[in-house]
C-alpha cells in the first residue's frame, strides 16, 4: 500500500470537498432537466386495501398513458410507489426514503394520519407538493398546510352538498329533517360542527345526532333513538360500510321512512354493491364521475380504454378515478410551472396549483373546476337505484 | 316530555340491551369453556368467530350450499380447528407458566389474522340475513327481530351446553377433568380428551357468535376483535361461570343501551365498564366466580 504523504491527502481531500460542491448544483440541474419522479406511498394492503390498489393503479396507469403521450414539457415521468399498508409511520418511513433517493416534486400519499405527520416537513423542505386520499377539512389551508392539496371536496365540503340536496329537496316552506350518525373518530368528527352550522343556515332542523364506534355489531340502541327523532334524512359519515347496512336494515324493520345518506368512501359501487337490499333508495355525494355514467364524457373514454387494456384492473372505481384526476392535477401543476420556465420547487407549484381556475377536467367533474383552496369545492348525489347509481342532483358546487 | 313516555322510553331500551345482551354471554360462553375447562384464557377466541364466520361465508355464498350444511360444515372445520389448537400448540406447553399459554393464544390470534387476511383479503363481505326480521311491537315498544331471535339462539345454545356439561358422560368428565385433573386421570378419564373436547366446543360457539355478529354487520379480518370487548364481561360474570357469562352479558348489555340512550354513544364502552371496574373492587373474583383462597 502506498503511504499517502500530508501533501496529497490534503489535495485529495481538496478535490473530493470540489467535486461535492459541483455534485449538489448538478444533482439539482438534473432534477430540474431529467425524468420526473412523482412518489407514492398507496394503501396496497391493509385496512384501507379496498381503495388503495385502484388509487395506486389509476396514478401508475396515468403516467404509463403519458409517457407514451410524449410525458411533460418534453420530459419524462416516472412513478416510484411502495405499498404503505395504511399504517402512518410506514408511510412515513417511504416518504422520507423516495424523497432522499429521487427527490420527487410530487407525492400521493394515503392517510390523514400521514398527510398531519408530513405537514412540517413539506414546508420545512419546500420542495414536493403532496397530495393524498385523506379530505380531512383542516388540510384544506394553504396557509397551514402550503404544499399540500386534495382531489375533492373536504369532508365538510360533502356534508354541505349534502344539506344543500336536503335544502332543495324540501316541498313546502318547512325544510326536512336530518339526523347526524358518525362514527367516534377524527375521520367521523371532522364534518359535524361545520355541518350543523350549514345546517342551521339552510333552516334545517338537525333533530338527533349519534354516535357509535366504527363497525359497532350492535346498533338497536341507536336506532330506537332515531325512530323517536323522527329525521327525513339520515347522514351517515366516518364509516366505510358497517354499520350502515344494519343501521338502514333497522330501520326499514321498524317501519322508518328515513333516507341515508353517505359521503366519498361509502359511496363507491363495490361498497355500494355490499350493502345489498339494504342500499336501495340510498343517497351519497360523490365528487366524480361513475365510471358507468351514461353520459359520455372525453376523460371517463380514455380511463375505460386506458384501464381496460390490463386484465383485472380496478379501472371502473371511483378509487382508480381520483388516482387518474391526481396524475390529471399534476400535469396541469407541471405544466404551468415549467411552462413558465420556472423550476420544479415547492413555492412556484404551490402557484401554479393555485392558479388553476376555470378547469374542464373532461368529464371527471361536470363543471370546471379551480383549485385556490387546495380542495375542489364540487359534489353531486347520487342515488343507488336497482343495481346501479344513478345521478340525483345537479353538480353542486359549495363554499 | 311526559313521565309516562320516559318510562316507555326506558322499558324500550331496557329490554332491547338485555336482549342485546344474549350474544355477549354466547361470546363470554366461548372464553368461560375453555377457562373452565384448561385454566386458559383464550386470546384467540376472536379470531375463531372470524374463522367460523368466513368458513360459513366459503360454504354458503361461495360455494352455494344451503344454510344448514354450510353451518354442519363449519362447525365441523371450527370443532377441527379447536383439537389442532389443543393438539399442537397448547399440549406441548402443558406444565408452563400460564404467561406462556396467553402469549401463544394471543400469537394464534395473529397467526389466524394473518391467513384470514391471505386467504379471504381485507375486504368487507356479506353475508346473508339468516335470522328472521320482523320486529316485535309490544304497544309502542319495538324490539328487533334479529336481536330478539339472536337472544333466543344464544338462550338454547347456553342450554344446550348447561344440560350437556350436567348430565351426559363426557360432560361430567369434562367437569371433573377441570376441577382436578390428577384426581379425574386417577379415576380413569381421559384428561387429554376432555381438553380436547372443550376446545372444540369453544371453537363451535366461537363460530355461532362469528356467524350472527357478521350477519348482523358484515365481515372482515378485523370482526375478531370483538371479542376482546367481551373479556370484560366474562371477568364480571367470573371467568369459570357459565351463568356467570350469562348474568354478566345481560347487565352490559343494558348498560350499554341505557348509556346511549341517556348519555351517548361516545361513552357506550366507558359507562358499562365503569360499572364493571366498580363491582369487581367489592368482588375481585367476579359475580359468580371460584373465590381462590390461598394458605401459605
Known amino acids: 500500500m502506498t503511504p499517502i504523504d500530508r501533501r496529497r491527502f490534503l489535495g485529495s481531500g481538496a478535490a473530493a470537498a470540489g467535486l461535492a460542491s459541483l455534485g449538489l448544483p448538478l444533482r439539482s440541474a438534473l432534477a430540474q432537466s431529467g425524468e420526473i419522479v412523482i412518489g407514492a406511498a398507496p394503501p396496497i394492503t391493509g385496512v384501507f386495501a379496498f381503495a388503495g390498489a385502484g388509487l395506486h393503479a389509476g396514478l401508475g396507469d396515468w403516467v404509463e398513458w403519458k409517457n407514451g403521450q410524449g410525458g411533460i414539457a418534453g420530459r419524462k415521468l416516472r412513478y416510484v410507489a411502495e405499498d404503505s399498508s395504511y399504517k402512518v409511520d410506514q408511510s412515513v418511513a417511504i416518504f422520507k426514503k423516495i424523497v432522499a433517493q429521487y427527490k420527487p416534486p410530487l407525492f400521493y400519499g394515503d392517510s390523514t394520519g400521514w398527510a398531519k405527520a408530513i405537514a412540517p416537513e413539506l414546508s420545512q423542505l419546500g420542495s414536493v407538493l403532496a397530495t393524498g386520499p385523506s379530505f380531512a377539512s383542516d388540510l384544506a389551508d394553504p396557509a397551514k398546510a402550503p404544499y399540500y392539496f386534495m382531489p375533492g371536496p373536504t369532508y365538510s365540503g360533502q356534508i354541505e352538498v349534502l344539506l344543500e340536496y336536503v335544502s332543495r329537496s324540501a316541498a313546502g316552506a318547512a325544510k326536512p329533517a336530518v339526523a347526524f350518525v358518525y362514527s367516534d373518530t377524527e375521520f367521523g368528527r ?145 405544466g404551468r410551472t415549467l411552462g413558465a420556465k420556472k423550476e420544479l420547487t415547492g413555492p412556484n407549484m404551490k402557484a401554479a396549483l393555485e392558479s388553476i381556475g376555470k378547469w374542464d377536467t373532461g368529464g371527471i367533474f361536470g363543471v370546471p373546476i379551480a383549485l385556490k383552496t387546495h380542495s375542489i369545492p364540487v359534489g353531486r348525489v347520487y342515488l343507488v337505484k336497482g343495481s346501479t347509481i344513478v345521478p340525483n342532483s345537479d353538480w353542486i358546487t359549495i363554499g | 316530555m311526559s313521565g309516562a313516555i320516559d318510562w316507555l322510553l326506558l322499558a324500550e331500551f331496557s329490554l332491547v340491551g338485555l336482549l342485546s345482551g344474549g350474544v355477549l354471554a354466547l361470546i363470554a360462553l366461548g372464553f368461560v369453556l375453555v377457562y373452565k375447562g384448561t385454566r386458559v384464557i383464550n386470546f384467540a377466541l376472536g379470531e375463531f368467530m372470524m374463522v367460523g364466520a368466513y368458513l360459513f361465508w366459503t360454504a354458503n355464498v361461495f360455494l ?40 401463544a393464544t394471543i400469537g394464534l390470534g395473529a397467526v389466524l389474522h ?183
Open chain 2, 64 to 103: 352455494a350450499l344451503p344454510w344448514w350444511a354450510a353451518l354442519a360444515l363449519t362447525l365441523a372445520g371450527v370443532a377441527a380447528l379447536g383439537a389442532l389448537v389443543e393438539r399442537f400448540v397448547l399440549r406441548p406447553l402443558a406444565g408452563q407458566p400460564v404467561i406462556s399459554i396467553v402469549m
Open chain 1, 190 to 334: 371532522d364534518p359535524i360542527a361545520s355541518g350543523k352550522a350549514k345546517a342551521a343556515k339552510l333552516g334545517i332542523p338537525v333533530v338527533l345526532e349519534v354516535v357509535t364506534k366504527p363497525g359497532a355489531v350492535d346498533v338497536s340502541a341507536e336506532v330506537i333513538k332515531l325512530r323517536r327523532a323522527k329525521p327525513d334524512f339520515v347522514i351517515f359519515h366516518g364509516y366505510v360500510l358497517a354499520p350502515i347496512p344494519e343501521f338502514m336494515r333497522q330501520m326499514r324493520d321498524a317501519g322508518m321512512n328515513a333516507r341515508g345518506m353517505g359521503t366519498i368512501y361509502t359511496m363507491d359501487k363495490t361498497t355500494i354493491d355490499q350493502m345489498g337490499a339494504a342500499g336501495a333508495g340510498f343517497l351519497g355525494v360523490m365528487p366524480y364521475r361513475y365510471s358507468f355514467d351514461t353520459e359520455k364524457t372525453p376523460t371517463m373514454a380514455l380511463i375505460r380504454e386506458v384501464g381496460s387494456r390490463k386484465p383485472n384492473n380496478p379501472w371502473q372505481t371511483t378509487f382508480y378515478t381520483q388516482g387518474w384526476l391526481v396524475g390529471m392535477i399534476f400535469e396541469q401543476v407541471l
Open chain 2, 114 to 296: 394473518g391467513l384470514a387476511e391471505a386467504v379471504w383479503g381485507g375486504a368487507n363481505l356479506s353475508l346473508p340475513e339468516l335470522l328472521p326480521r320482523k320486529p316485535l311491537l309490544l304497544g309502542e315498544i319495538l324490539l328487533p327481530g334479529q336481536v330478539l331471535w339472536s337472544f333466543a339462539l344464544a338462550v338454547a345454545l347456553i342450554a344446550a351446553f348447561t344440560a350437556y356439561f350436567r348430565w351426559s358422560k363426557d360432560g361430567v368428565s369434562m367437569r371433573a377433568a377441570a376441577s382436578d385433573p390428577v384426581t379425574a386421570y386417577a379415576m380413569g378419564i381421559d384428561v387429554r380428551r376432555t381438553q380436547r373436547l372443550t376446545w372444540m366446543f369453544a371453537g363451535v360457539t366461537g363460530a355461532v357468535a362469528g356467524i350472527i355478529v357478521a350477519s348482523m354487520t358484515s365481515l372482515s379480518p378485523s370482526l375478531g376483535t370483538v371479542a376482546l370487548g367481551v373479556l370484560a364481561v366474562v371477568i364480571l360474570g367470573g371467568l369459570d361461570s357459565i351463568a356467570g357469562a350469562i348474568v354478566a352479558g345481560l347487565i352490559v348489555g343494558l348498560l350499554e343501551s341505557l348509556t346511549v340512550a341517556f348519555v351517548g354513544g361516545q361513552a357506550r364502552d366507558l359507562v358499562p365498564y365503569l360499572v364493571v371496574l366498580v363491582i369487581l373492587m367489592v368482588r375481585p373474583y367476579g359475580l359468580f366466580g371460584t373465590r381462590d383462597i390461598e394458605r401459605l
